[in-house]
Structures are given as C-alpha cells and as structure tokens.
C-alpha cells in the first residue's frame, strides 16, 4: 500500500537548534506539499514542488526555513535557527500532478516541540 | 487571510443520527472542493470531492453539497457512526493552481453512542 513516509515522527528540541524533517513522497508523484498544523492556523501551507522545481514557497518564513528536493524520493524541510512559536505538526503531502481534480496523500507528520 | 472557512470548531452527534459539516469559501476562482478526515497522530485522508460543476456528490454514508452562488458546501454523514469521531478539513483549489489545497480549520466530530 503505497504511503507518504515522515521521519522523524517526533522531535523535542531547544530553541536555536537545527530542525531537518524529511519526507519521502508517494512513487511516481510528482507534486510535494508541506503543510503545518496549529490550533490557531489550521493547515498552513508553506511550500510545495512540482517536478522537484518548487513552485510557491510564500507560506514560510524566508528567513529560518528552507525545503528542498535532493531528489525525486526526498523532500527535506529545515528551519535554523528554531523558535518556540514553530511548534506545530508538519505534514509532506504527494500527488500525481496529472489534473486539476486529484486528491493528495499526505504522511503522518512530524510533531515538533521547540521549547 | 483565511479563503476556506469552517466556523464550528465542534460539532457532537448521536451515534445514528446526520451530522453535518459546514464550510464556506472567499476565493470565487475556487472550483474543486475536498473534504479530509483526519484522526490523532494520523495524517488527513481524503474522503470525498466536489467539482463547480456538480452540486451534489455522494459515496456511501457521505454526501457533499456544493452551493456556488452562497460559496458554501457541506458535508452529511448519514447515519453517523462512533468511528466517525475525528477532524474534518474542508480544502479547496482552484483551476490551474498547482493543485495547492486550501484548507479550512478544521472541525471536530464526536459521535455518542
């Protein structure tokens, strides 16, 4: 059964410190999302890709974040330095990138804590 | 600015009876609409669509109704099950964007037995 897979599930870490969290999208899926839950947001988006070429990336705070696709079966984002208030759940989300009407696949998330 | 809008953060049903989720949208070039459901430390999964050009869709217990000209769709389950509890995100997208969802809020169903 083909899954978006999320490492790590879970990461505790102090303020300033760097954060990697890493997605491997669905085989052949060529559209990679990353979103981010909180309470008060909903699910933001931040970026996304299409094709390993990202395409909107207006959601994140260009100063500490970055995502990137190496390749085709990784997707990383990194926030440096991390801040309290970027405590959320981060989600990578796939899709086949063929049409307008198609769902995404999305991973189980990272549950981050910056304390 | 948030273009997809769920204004009941919660929402607690009879086990049997409908529920009935709302959304409501901004963005008028929105014309394909989702709905996820989402448990704990689970990721959204994909429940049922819409497309602008229906105003209604149906698969089993969910059916999704789309009325354009107020910007509003809603979801019915019917009947409602205890396994249905979870956080339900409303998303929509529009033509040519990418295939980026815009997600509401979210709302959560409790289902009693």
């Known amino acids: 059964d083909a899954r978006v897979t999320q490492t790590p599930r879970h990461k505790v870490t102090e303020m300033g410190q760097e954060v990697t969290m890493r997605c491997q999208p669905i085989l052949g899926h060529n559209t990679v999302f990353w979103y981010r839950q909180t309470m008060m947001q909903g699910l933001e988006l931040l970026a996304y890709?299409?094709?390993?070429?990202?395409?909107?990336d207006s959601g994140m705070p260009k100063d500490r974040f970055s995502a990137e696709m190496p390749d085709a079966t990784l997707a990383t984002l990194k926030i440096q330095p991390s801040e309290p208030r970027d405590s959320a759940v981060y989600f990578c989300?796939?899709?086949?990138?063929?049409?307008?009407?198609?769902?995404?696949?999305f991973g189980s998330g990272t549950q981050l804590s910056v304390l | 600015d948030q273009q997809v809008k769920q204004n009941s953060p919660s929402l607690s049903v009879q086990e049997g009876r409908i529920s009935i989720l709302n959304c409501d949208y901004t963005n008028s070039m929105f014309d394909y609409f989702l709905w996820y459901k989402k448990y704990p430390a689970e990721g959204p999964t994909f429940l049922i669509s819409i497309s602008s050009i229906k105003d209604k869709n149906e698969d089993g217990r969910f059916t999704v109704f789309l009325n354009k000209s107020a910007k509003h769709l809603s979801l019915h389950i019917v009947p409602s099950q205890p396994g249905d509890s979870a956080v339900y995100f409303c998303?929509?997208?529009?033509?040519?964007?990418?295939?980026?969802?815009?997600f509401g809020k979210g709302t959560s169903l409790l289902v009693t037995p």
């Open positions: 890709f299409r094709n390993r070429a990202p395409l909107d």
């Open positions: 989300a796939s899709g086949p990138g063929q049409s307008t009407n198609e769902k995404l696949f």
């Open positions: 998303a929509a997208t529009p033509a040519n964007s990418g295939y980026a969802l815009n």
